[in-house]
């Protein structure tokens, strides 16, 4: 016997709870702050998502994979200089959107390191490519120069979750950028 239909769409459900942690972190984000915003019933979001941490861990899935596919699309750029530029510029850029909570989800929640390691181990492979094609001195350490970006990239989030406009975040990145090679000056 089939169950009764769900009276809510699961996707946007989905994309309010991301917001919803992103905005207030998973510590301050309660279940019934979570159905009042999600427009749904605590049944249902158990009976949709389980319980909150399932809902969280489907939250940060769906903008970790958004924000993943992005991150390697800037580093497939030809050169690790432009691939640097693209995301840190793009991050600067994202961080303070008006459409979305300030900052990133990934660089400000807690329960999100291993995230943020994966997104350091992106950074490194594409560091350590450009070491083996001799666009990167030999000696260069990639994992501590992914490291640094991952938290310049932090610091911007931030600053952009402080109230920081995206000139000021914008400002932090340039002055990141200014330090690594091979990254041509903004336009």
């Known amino acids: 016997m089939a169950g009764r239909p769900r009276g809510f769409d699961r996707d946007e459900a989905l994309s309010v709870a ?26 249902s979001l158990y009976a949709a998502f389980g319980d909150k941490d399932a809902l969280f861990d489907a939250a940060a899935t769906c903008y970790a994979d958004g924000a993943t596919a992005t991150l390697e699309q800037f580093l497939a750029l030809p050169t690790v200089g432009e ?20 900052g990133c989800f990934v660089l400000s929640e807690p329960k999100l390191a291993a995230r943020r390691r994966d997104m350091a181990e992106r950074i490194a492979r594409r560091l350590d490519q450009a070491v083996t094609e001799g666009e990167l001195p030999a000696e260069t350490d990639a994992r501590a120069l992914a490291e640094f970006v991952v938290a310049v990239l932090g610091g911007m989030s931030t600053r952009a979750r402080d109230g920081g406009s995206a000139a000021e975040v914008a400002a932090i990145g340039e002055l990141a950028l200014a330090g690594l090679p091979g990254v041509p000056p903004a336009r």
């Open 18 to 43: 991301m917001q919803q942690f992103w905005t207030d972190g998973y510590d301050e984000t309660t279940v019934a702050t979570l159905t009042r915003e999600m427009g749904i019933s605590a049944p």
């Open 83 to 102: 691939a640097l530029s693209r995301v840190v510029r793009g991050s600067a850029a994202g961080y303070s959107d008006a459409s979305t909570p300030s």
